[in-house]
Every structure is written in structure tokens, then in C-alpha cells.
Nanobody, 116 residues
């Protein structure tokens, strides 16, 4: 199995920045795709960004140019740098890891609150 622990959430004013981190442990050699999702109250969980082993990256259209996902394989950690945050991006942000053998795994989530 894979365990994911997120950190870096918090309260920030509109236009501010936060950096989320997600540290993976366990059967990490099986991890394929790593990504970040978010879920706002009353809304469905949505993909924010994900990074593939070869370096290909997908972003939610609305975060392109403001958010950057990166992966440090030596530390088994994935990051999400979020700049120019907007109040409507207030949500619980979840780390996700897709493994080749053991399916999809989720972190516990970290709250991001953007005040106007």
C-alpha cells in the first residue's frame, strides 16, 4: 500500500500564494501518476494537476499559468505551488497517487482557504 501525507494548506488572502507538499511512503516503487485534486463544499472533486512519470503534466484550465506541480523522486514528494489564488479556489486539496499494482490512493486532504 501507499500512504500520502499532505501539508502546506492554510489561510491566504486573494492574490497570495501557498505551496502544498505530499510525501509518499510505503510501496512507492509502484507509484505511477501523482496529482492534486480539490473539493469545495457542495461540489464534486476535480483534478487540479497531475504529473506522469515521463514528466508530462496536465492542469485544470483555470489554474494554468498560476499553479505549478512538481515531483521530487528522491524525496518521494510531489508539490503544488499555487500563485494568485482566488476565493473560489477555497477547498480541501487532496493528493492522489495511482499505482501500477495497487490502484489509486488518497491523502487525508489539506484545507486551503482564500479570503477576499
Amino acid at each position: 500500500q501507499v500512504q500520502l501525507v499532505e501539508s502546506g494548506g492554510g489561510l491566504v488572502q486573494a492574490g497570495g500564494s501557498l505551496r502544498l507538499s505530499c510525501a509518499a511512503s510505503g510501496i512507492i516503487f509502484s507509484i505511477n501518476i501523482m496529482g492534486w485534486y480539490r473539493q469545495a463544499p457542495g461540489k464534486q472533486r476535480e483534478l487540479v494537476a497531475r504529473i506522469f512519470p515521463g514528466g508530462t503534466i496536465d492542469y485544470l484550465e483555470s489554474v494554468k499559468g498560476r499553479f505549478t506541480i512538481s515531483r521530487d523522486n528522491a524525496k518521494d514528494t510531489v508539490y503544488l505551488q499555487m500563485n494568485s489564488l482566488k476565493p473560489e479556489e477555497t477547498a480541501v486539496y487532496y493528493c492522489n497517487a495511482v499505482t501500477t499494482l495497487y490502484g489509486s490512493h488518497w491523502g487525508q486532504g489539506t484545507q486551503v482557504t482564500v479570503s477576499s
